[in-house]
């Protein structure tokens, strides 16, 4: 018996969040994945690039231990071991993952699949039919015309995971988030890194502040970045990959990574066929990710909303509980929190400033930095916490720049999703010494009560 209530073509975050939801609410699931349970997120994605970011952090700590008064000498990397350890992490990870779904009763089916009908996917021969199919097909690494990936000297963010040894030098094409990510990584294990982003600044979907702030920590760690500057070639020499770009200038490194957004996975698999809407590539849906085709419903990477993880599970989770009838609300996608991994690292959740004003708020500002912070001081990192609100009105938007300051997304989250107001978060208590005080100290500011801030 091939038929179930739902069957989910893509085991990553979104279709495996689709699939645990789905079989939780009592539905017969069937999930089917052509390489391994977790996606990119685990296999390619979050988890792998956290494990090197978190090697990198130590080689740093080694490199600056006298500082802190600790005798520590830095030698080199070894990448097998470095690897070894990412490996393990995300092995540990995917036999949970395994064991969660068995658990479940969820029929996981591996194969390549196909759509071949409005409710059914074909794999290996076999009809699996769905009274509601969920397409959660992911994403792929993209690149540029004429800009050929050979895996070794140019590469994607796929093969960057895997080095077994450390690039003498690189070159970021990508100032996103994979791109500082990456670039944050092969700085702290002695690479020499430029980045070239075509926009006029790094991550240039946060906060102008933000960037400005990231550029700053970058430029301190001695790495380069040009911005606002066009990719025109690059030419495999002897000495490495050489890029030329649209002002004439070059730059010659033995490492091309190149990290300039991904794409949906939606061709070849019978999307086009059965008449799915889609706008290059990404599958077109509702605010419950519906596509056009009653029954056949989309989530994650594969359709135009953020590429993140936490948002195919929200996706996927949404999914099941409406088909289940639960009548779950829309996902507010500006309440999502984000972040870059970086070193320092940069958090977000809500509205820029700009996009604050675009929208016709009254706006205020308020930022607080991190040098008033004691365990900022502690930890000897920069940034601060910025606030965007609505003139006597709620929180729009928390902008936060500095080392570990992705933790206090869980407290700016719940205020921005809370429209909470100045006064609604000035009177919390936050522990004493944490990053966390500086978030209650830009409420404090915002409020007008300022406690540990000069001017
Ligand atoms: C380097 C990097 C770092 C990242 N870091 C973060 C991070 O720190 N935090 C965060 O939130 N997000 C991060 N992301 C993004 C995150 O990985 C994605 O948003 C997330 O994996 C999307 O989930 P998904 O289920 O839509 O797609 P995927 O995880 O790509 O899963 C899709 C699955 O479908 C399978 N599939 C595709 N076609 C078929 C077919 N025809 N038949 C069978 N199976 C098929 C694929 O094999 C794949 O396993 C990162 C991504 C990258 C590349």
């Given at each position: 018996m091939n038929d179930f209530d739902l069957v989910i073509l893509g085991g990553g975050s979104g279709g495996y969040a689709c699939a645990l939801r789905g079989a939780q609410l009592g539905m017969s699931v069937a999930l089917i994945e052509q390489d391994k349970l977790g996606g990119t997120c685990l296999h390619r994605?979050?988890?792998?690039?956290?494990?090197?970011?978190?090697?990198?952090?130590?080689?740093?700590?080694?490199?600056?231990?006298?500082?802190?008064?600790?005798?520590?000498?830095?030698?080199?990397?070894?990448?097998?071991?470095?690897?070894?350890?990412?490996?393990?992490v995300v092995s540990k990870l995917h036999k949970g993952l395994q064991g969660l779904v068995k658990s479940r009763n969820i029929n996981y089916i591996e194969g390549h699949g196909r759509l071949v009908s409005k409710n059914q996917v074909e794999v290996n021969g076999s009809i699996y039919t769905g009274k509601n199919v969920v397409l959660a097909t992911g994403s792929y690494p993209k690149t540029l015309p004429g800009l050929e990936i050979d895996g070794k000297q140019i590469v994607t963010s796929e093969e960057a995971m895997a080095f077994d040894?450390?690039?003498?030098?690189?070159?970021?094409?990508?100032?996103?988030?994979?791109?500082?990510?990456f670039a944050s990584v092969w700085n702290s294990f002695g690479a020499d890194v430029t980045i070239i982003e075509g926009l006029p600044r790094l991550v240039a979907l946060e906060d102008e502040s933000s960037s400005k702030q990231l550029e700053r920590a970058f430029r301190k760690r001695g790495i380069k970045f040009e911005v606002g500057i066009k990719f025109a070639s690059a030419i495999k020499g002897s000495d490495g990959v050489t890029v030329t770009l649209e002002n004439g200038a070059t730059h010659t490194a033995d490492v091309l990574l190149v990290a300039v957004g991904r794409g949906p996975v939606s061709s070849n698999i019978g999307y086009e066929e059965q008449g799915l809407t889609m706008d290059r590539g990404y599958l077109i849906v509702d605010n419950k990710c519906r596509t056009n085709i009653p029954g056949i419903w989309a989530v994650g990477d594969l359709i135009p909303t953020l590429q993140l993880a936490h948002v195919g599970f929200a996706e996927?989770?949404?999914?099941?509980?409406?088909?289940?009838?639960?009548?779950?609300?829309?996902?507010?996608?500006?309440g999502v929190p984000r972040v870059t991994y970086s070193e320092p690292e940069v958090a977000s959740v809500g509205l820029t400033t700009a996009l604050a004003k675009e929208r016709g708020y009254d706006v205020v500002e308020v930022s607080y930095d991190l040098a008033g912070n004691g365990k900022a001081n502690i930890l000897k990192t920069a940034g601060s916490v910025k606030l965007v609100a609505q003139k006597n009105g709620p929180v729009l938007g928390i902008h936060m720049v500095g080392s570990r300051v992705g933790e206090l997304l869980a407290e700016a989250q719940l205020i921005y999703n809370w429209e909470a107001t100045a006064d609604d978060v000035a009177p919390l208590i936050h522990a004493h010494p944490t990053l966390s005080e500086a978030m209650g100290e830009a409420h404090?500011?915002?409020?007008?009560?300022?406690?540990?801030?000069?001017?």
């Open positions: 994605g979050c988890i792998p690039t956290k494990a090197l970011l978190h090697a990198g952090e130590i080689a740093d700590s080694t490199r600056h231990a006298s500082e802190f008064g600790v005798k520590a000498e830095f030698h080199s990397m070894d990448m097998l071991a470095v690897n070894a350890y990412k490996d393990g040894y450390v690039p003498k030098s690189v070159i970021v094409l990508g100032g996103g988030v994979i791109g500082c990510e996927g989770i949404l999914v099941a509980e409406e088909i289940a009838g639960l009548n779950p609300r829309p996902i507010n996608y500006d404090l500011a915002l409020a007008g009560k300022p406690l540990h801030a000069h001017g």
